[in-house]
């Protein structure tokens, strides 16, 4: 296993974090009668040994003391709760003296790089603590392992290149322990974190709540990140190079929904077909001018068609009828290399209704154009009002209608848009 800090052991740590180590077992531990803390003094810095038998010595007696004191933080009586906090704040404080009294650059530099982990590690802690108590036991019982401890950790950096680290080595990692960390990667704000964290799982079983996700980031509208620490990074996505530059704009993150809709396409999760319904029942609820479907330049809907057609899902079938229903907006008429062309907010809602009807739309009146992405579209809206006069009566001998929204019925919270 690939050590986190060159040159060092992981047990040499122990003498770093005792104290945030010792803490998390004893959290778990059953709480004894409450007692009035006797709390010793804080270590000095010639009670922590260099090396040898001693330096775990030093770490029972510190978790021990520790655990004693531990039981009285739930006491009923606040002076006893004050009391035990301000010691163990006071040996934390103890410990971090003795290690900062380091002498000599060599030393120094090593023990900023394991201060540095102690902070991730606490934030790990932290997360942690806000779960369910039977997840928060098994997730500081697989955490704690020493082989999973670097890389637990590490996902809670504050630094982007070994959050991505993490990200790597945590998708080897079968089990939901580290699928709740890869979701939180998956959720990052910052671009190299959570591109890393897609290409890690690409082979990776994914839970719901990745493909939720994942799903969100493939209909992402640019939401603004914080500024990168580096000019230039790079993530290799199954055969592609991805740049990432410190500056961040809308059309990076954009071109980014992209990668996330071929991991969606890769895994074919079961989860998908709902999540399809519901853009279109989103879709449904709104005005025309507000649903996704009312504009040609929407760079998203491509993304979601490619997902469509993996399922084609009949439950899509009433929305999509309804969206036809809605009046014509932004009529759009032209020639294109002396081709005429059409467009309006029906085209896309057709043509995924001819879709979920399992026929071809090359046999109604659609081409496929260079415009908008390659989309299918139809010469004149004549050509669009016989096909939607079709579909209408095909689907209504099969006892499917346009859904009615109920009376008093509010629109959509965010309309067009994916459910949170």
Do not use: C
């Amino acid at each position: 296993m690939q050590q986190i800090f060159p040159g060092w052991r992981l047990r040499r740590l122990v003498w770093v974090v005792p104290i945030a180590i010792g803490i998390l077992p004893a959290m778990l531990s059953p709480a004894a009668p409450a007692t009035t803390p006797s709390m010793p003094p804080p270590l000095k810095n010639r009670q922590i040994p260099a090396r040898g038998k001693g330096l775990f010595q030093s770490t029972r007696k510190a978790t021990t003391r520790l655990e004693e004191a531990l039981t009285d933080l739930s006491s009923d009586r606040y002076a006893v709760r004050q009391r035990v906090s301000a010691a163990i704040r006071k040996d934390l404080a103890g410990q971090l003296r003795a290690i900062i009294q380091a002498v000599g650059p060599e030393k120094k530099n090593r023990l900023i790089k394991l201060l540095r982990f102690d902070s991730q590690l606490l934030r790990w802690a932290r997360a942690v603590l806000a779960l369910p108590p039977r997840q928060r036991a098994a997730m500081f019982a697989w955490g704690l392992q020493s082989k999973v401890l670097p890389w637990a950790a590490g996902a809670f950096s504050s630094r982007s290149m070994r959050r991505a680290a993490a990200a790597r080595r945590l998708a080897k990692i079968s089990g939901s322990q580290a699928d709740w960390i890869l979701q939180r990667l998956l959720a990052s704000t910052h671009r190299l974190v959570y591109l890393s964290a897609m290409a890690a799982i690409w082979n990776r079983r994914p839970s719901p709540a990745m493909v939720r996700i994942v799903w969100r980031r493939a209909f992402s509208t640019g939401i603004p990140m914080p500024p990168y620490d580096a000019n230039q990074r790079g993530v290799l996505f199954h055969g592609r190079r991805i740049f990432v530059p410190k500056i961040v704009n809308f059309w990076r993150q954009t071109q980014d929904s992209v990668y996330a809709r071929q991991l969606l396409t890769h895994w074919k999760p079961p989860e998908l077909t709902e999540l399809l319904v519901d853009f279109i029942r989103s879709a449904a609820q709104t005005r025309p001018p507000e649903n996704p479907f009312s504009n040609p330049g929407m760079m998203q809907i491509p993304n979601y068609i490619r997902l469509f057609r993996l399922y084609k899902p009949p439950a899509a079938a009433p929305y999509l009828l309804r969206l036809l229903a809605t009046p014509p907006l932004n009529n759009i008429n032209f020639n294109f290399n002396n081709i005429p062309l059409h467009w309006d907010n029906h085209i896309t809602p057709l043509y995924l209704l001819i879709l979920t009807a399992g026929q071809d739309p090359a046999k109604y009146h659609f081409y496929r154009s260079n415009l908008y992405g390659g989309r299918w579209l139809v010469h004149t809206q004549t050509e669009e009002n016989k096909d939607i006069k079709t579909m209408i009566a095909w689907w209504k001998r099969r006892g499917v209608t346009a859904w009615t929204p109920a009376a008093g019925a509010r629109p959509a919270a965010r309309p067009g848009t994916i459910p949170p």
